[in-house]
Every structure is written in structure tokens, then in C-alpha cells.
């Protein structure tokens, strides 16, 4: 999730929205979506498609 963060600052809000609050947290180092979806009870494919439309609306922006 760090990684993620990391290069997809965009998703920050996605993920807070969703209750993780990954950023500053200890196990974003570790834990992928999989990872954190399970942890925090969330369903997974949902997850992959909020971040993947965040993701892709700021790449459509940026064009």
C-alpha cells in the first residue's frame, strides 16, 4: 500500500473514503490491496475498481 501511495498519490482520498487510513500506518510497507481489503473487511474487487477509476481519471486529465 506504501507503494502504492507512494507512486499514486490520487488514491489517498479513495482509500480514506473506505476507512483505511494507510498513510503513516506501519504495515502500508507491507500489506498489498489484497492484503488490506482483507484486514479491514472490505470487498476486494470494489476496492480494485475505486482505485483503478481514480487512477484513470487523472490519467485522462492529464493528456
Given at each position: 500500500?506504501e ?6 498519490p490520487?488514491v489517498?482520498?479513495v482509500l ?22 482483507f ?9 480494485y475498481k ?5 487512477i484513470?481519471?487523472d490519467?485522462?486529465?492529464s493528456?
Open positions: 500500500m507503494e502504492l501511495q507512494r507512486l499514486y490520487q489517498i482520498p480514506n473514503y473506505h476507512r483505511m487510513y494507510c498513510v503513516g500506518c506501519l504495515l502500508a510497507a507491507f500489506h498489498n490491496i489484497h492484503d488490506a481489503a484486514e479491514h473487511g472490505l470487498d476486494e474487487d470494489q476496492l475505486d482505485i483503478l477509476s481514480i484513470a481519471a490519467k485522462s486529465l493528456r
